[in-house]
């Protein structure tokens, strides 16, 4: 009969200031099964002995097995008891935690989808429209179908109103050429989108913030900064903002679009998650809709596949300068993909896959607030959307968490990446939508949870 693994074999006497108890005793049984202390198959003493040795209450013991076999670390087998697993050989990537897409949702199938949608594509479209160059901006059909997706968000829009990019970031280039001169500056939030500051950059275009507050950009804040640098556009992203996941209410929107008016300035609105949430307020482009570029892309709300964002420019002038603009670097979307997304927004696929989407990321904020409870960010931050604004102990920088989360196979964002220089705000950008396996988000998140509560060891502040 197999004989127990004492206690006081593996198991040191806590620290009082070593964190919460529970994770102490984790830590010493990885330390032991990496040192051979410990082996797969051992069976340890009952968790009542192990308290007793410690001189905890079982409920430590209990919940610091319940991590250990989140882990892997552990098997409970019934009334033989508990046993050291076996070490398993991990042949995937990291976890994915930095990359905000929307989540796959559970129901429909998007692979079944995705497979009949190209079957009719391919039975209905020419083959010599699906292999040839299109429109820049988007067939009649597609500008129609963006005007429907985006009627909940912006009301009735004409077609001819609406143009058909690929993708976001192509779209932002091509509103920065159009709108602004080489060396001029463009005006955002301090913690922003890292795709514009870049495009702005090997553009030429100089970005500076303006300050903020718990509801977003500060008008009295926006109307110095423009006085100050000569700023003729200003870049926003006002619903379930990235990183920071604030939604800016439509008292603060109403005074940024007055002051956008006194101002003469235009507003960038990037808005990829004004459709995921419950009851965003207006976009700008309803309340000055002609001082506003809207861009809304499908890529955080459908897929990033289908490289498709519609842009609806403040009138026709406007919107054949960033036409041309669009022309000089990004002549079309993939057709292929274009007539899908299209098909998709005028028989309905669209909206069911955004509800699937809306469902699956609600119930994955559910599975990161039990995870992270108590740590996540303040009353104006959203719980909407595919991604969190975490803020960290003072005893973590940024850059040293997202080092140690890597170390752990957890890839998360830190602070600097939204930043143009180092960032003053402390936190971490936690990205829900990769992976289809919620199980496996969980785990993740859980031990994100136990990292953030210890403090780093020596090793983990390096930075190389």
């Known amino acids: 009969m197999q004989s127990d693994i004492p206690a006081e074999r593996w198991l040191a006497p806590l620290e009082p200031r070593g964190g919460p108890r529970y994770l102490q005793i984790v830590e010493r049984l990885e330390d032991a099964i990496a040192t051979g202390r410990l082996r797969a198959g051992d069976r340890l003493t009952p968790q009542r002995a192990v308290a007793t040795h410690l001189g905890v209450d079982l409920t430590t013991v209990t919940r610091a ?17 508990t046993f050291v697993a076996a070490r398993k050989v991990e042949l995937g990537a990291l976890v994915d935690l930095s990359l905000n897409i929307p989540p796959q949702p559970a129901d429909p199938d998007l692979q079944e989808l995705l497979k009949h949608g190209l079957a009719q594509v391919l039975l209905r479209a020419d083959i010599d429209l699906l292999m040839t160059y299109h429109l820049v901006g988007g067939s009649a059909a597609d500008r129609l179908a963006g005007a429907r997706w985006l009627a909940p968000v912006l009301g009735d829009v004409p077609p001819e109103r609406v143009v058909a990019s690929p993708g976001s970031q192509a779209a932002l280039c091509a509103l920065i050429l159009a709108c602004t001169q080489a060396g001029e500056t463009l005006l955002c939030e301090p913690l922003v989108y890292p795709g514009f500051r870049a495009a ?9 913030d303006v300050e903020i507050d718990d509801e977003g950009m500060l008008p009295a804040a926006l109307e110095r900064a423009v006085k100050q640098s000569g700023a003729r556009v200003v870049y926003l992203n006002p619903t379930i903002q990235n990183p920071t996941t604030v939604t800016m209410p439509e008292r603060r929107r109403r005074a940024i679009a007055k002051m956008a008016v006194r101002l003469d300035l235009q507003v960038i609105e990037d808005d990829p998650y004004w459709l995921l949430a419950d009851a965003a307020p207006p ?7 002609e001082r506003v570029h809207y861009v809304s892309t499908l890529s955080k709300c459908l897929s990033p596949g289908l490289r498709t964002a519609f842009v609806v420019s403040p009138d026709a002038r406007q919107q054949a300068a960033f036409l041309a603009a669009l ?3 990004s002549l079309m979307r993939a057709p292929l993909t274009a007539v899908l997304a299209t098909q998709w927004l005028q028989d309905g696929t669209a909206q069911r896959v955004l509800a699937g989407v809306r469902a699956e990321a ?7 607030a039990q995870a992270l409870a108590g ?16 803020p960290l102990p003072s005893y973590w920088t940024a850059p040293a968490f997202a080092q140690a989360a890597r170390a752990q196979g957890l890839a998360i964002t830190p602070a600097d990446a939204f930043a143009s220089g180092r960032a003053t705000t402390n936190a971490i950008r936690i990205s829900l939508g990769a ?5 496996k988000l969980s785990h993740a998140l859980a ?17 190389i």
């Open 65 to 81: 097995y319940a991590q250990a076999r989140t882990r892997g670390l552990l098997v409970a087998d019934g009334p033989r008891g």
């Open 200 to 208: 702005a950059a090997q553009l030429g275009r100089h970005v500076r």
């Open 283 to 289: 976009p700008l482009a309803r309340l000055a809709p």
């Open 327 to 329: 022309r000089a670097f």
């Open 362 to 368: 609600r119930a994955r904020q559910d599975v990161a």
């Open 375 to 390: 740590n996540l960010a303040g009353p104006h931050a959203s719980r909407e959307g595919i991604h969190l604004w975490l």
């Open 435 to 439: 992976g289809r396996d919620r199980k």
């Open 447 to 463: 031990r994100l949870s136990d990292l953030l509560a210890r403090r780093p060891s020596a090793e983990e502040v390096v930075v």
